[in-house]
């Protein structure tokens, strides 16, 4: 069983930045593709960005170009890096772990076994 930890949530005003992150514990062995998801209040659960245990990564389209993530396979962590942030990011935040080797367009959730209990990230002014 591997236990995922999110941290890094809070209010920010748009424009601004947050930085997510997510430790892995436990049996670690065999999650190689991390990804975030996020679901806003009323809607379903959206991919928001994946990456292989290379370093490989895919994003999706709203969140290109302003978000960044990163892993430290040392620290068994992934990070979010959350720039330029827009009121239509507010949701909770899901950091998830999957068995598929690489990161590709059109993951979803039936893609990702483990899940953390996730970080809400509120954007308002």
């Known amino acids: 069983q591997v236990q995922l930890v999110e941290s890094g949530g809070g209010l920010v005003q748009p424009g601004g930045s947050l930085r997510l992150s997510c430790a892995a514990s436990?049996?670690?062995?065999?999650?190689?593709?991390m990804g975030w998801f996020r679901q806003a209040p009323g809607k379903e659960r959206e991919f928001v960005v994946a990456?292989?245990?290379?370093?490989?990564?895919t994003y999706a389209d709203s969140v290109k170009g302003r978000f960044t993530i990163s892993r430290d396979n040392a620290k068994n962590t992934v990070y979010l890096q959350m720039n330029s942030l827009k009121p239509e990011d507010t949701a909770v935040y899901y950091c998830?772990?999957?068995?598929?080797?690489?990161?590709?367009?059109?993951?979803?959730?039936?893609?990702?076994?483990?899940w953390g209990q996730g970080t809400q990230v509120t954007v308002s002014s």
């Open positions: 998830a772990g999957s068995r598929w080797a690489t990161a590709r367009i059109g993951m979803s959730s039936a893609d990702f076994r483990s």
């Open positions: 436990g049996r670690t062995a065999g999650t190689y593709t």
């Open positions: 990456i292989s245990w290379s370093g490989s990564s």
